[in-house]
């Protein structure tokens, strides 16, 4: 969607951290969330965040929001090859249902 | 229980047909959604129903799209006279109801291409 950014690709060695960067651009979204695509399958919700929140973890996975800038980052600890994908960043107002999504990040984890 | 699923998950068809898409979401959830991805691109809203109500077309890109939800469950996107451009991944979401903190989970597309 227009408006919410994601760069495209991200290439990081098993057992490292990845790091996936988003940007939004309105004000009024309150909802974030990070959904992952494996081929063949549907889009997996694996975490959101609301807008009164700076961070929020779960398992291997932390959700930074940094609600100023506009930005929200996922990062995930140990990566393993289970977690090559496409990631998507999306965003949602407050009272709407419509989800915008960005292009979606490329994971590719290397041996 | 039983995710959202999607037939067919592959449709080819000629320029000029009528395809229909089919969705059935969770069951129990309320609210049931449309969504539209490109090659390379994040799913774009098409549409959107709350029980068999269609709450928002405003996705919708012309006439020739249309979606239905008869009885508040399946739900069918029909395209009339398909053109090369509505190829893509076609995704349906489902949610237990209508709310902001209320998760869309997606079911596994279905691949359109238009020859």
């Known amino acids: 969607g227009e408006d919410v950014e994601q760069s495209l690709f991200l290439s990081v060695r098993e057992g490292d951290s990845s790091v996936i960067n988003c940007t939004y651009t309105?004000?009024?979204?309150?909802?974030l969330y990070w959904y992952k695509q494996e081929p063949g399958a549907g889009l997996q919700l694996l975490t959101y965040i609301f807008s009164n929140m700076d961070m929020k973890q779960d398992q291997r996975l932390t959700v930074l929001l940094n609600k100023k800038d506009k930005h929200l980052s996922l990062r995930i600890a140990d990566t393993q090859t289970g977690d090559s994908a496409i990631y998507f960043c999306a965003e949602r107002a407050y009272n709407d249902y419509k989800l915008s999504f960005g292009a979606g990040t490329t994971v590719t984890v290397r041996a | 229980g039983a995710g959202v699923s999607q037939s067919p998950r592959y449709k080819v068809t000629k320029r000029g047909q009528d395809v229909a898409l089919r969705c059935d979401p969770i069951s129990g959830h309320v609210s049931l959604y449309w969504y539209r991805q490109a090659l390379g691109q994040g799913p774009e809203f098409l549409t959107y129903?709350?029980?068999?109500?269609?709450?928002?077309k405003s996705g919708l890109p012309n006439d020739r799209f249309s979606a239905e939800r008869p009885e508040g469950s399946i739900s069918t996107l029909t395209i009339q006279r398909t053109e090369q451009r509505d190829s893509a991944m076609y995704r349906c979401?489902?949610?237990?109801?209508?709310?902001?903190?209320?998760?869309?989970?997606f079911g596994p597309g279905t691949r359109l291409t238009v020859l």
């Open positions: 309105d004000s009024s979204s309150t909802y």
């Open positions: 129903f709350n029980y068999e109500a269609q709450q928002d």
């Open positions: 979401a489902s949610s237990l109801r209508t709310s902001s903190t209320d998760t869309q989970y």
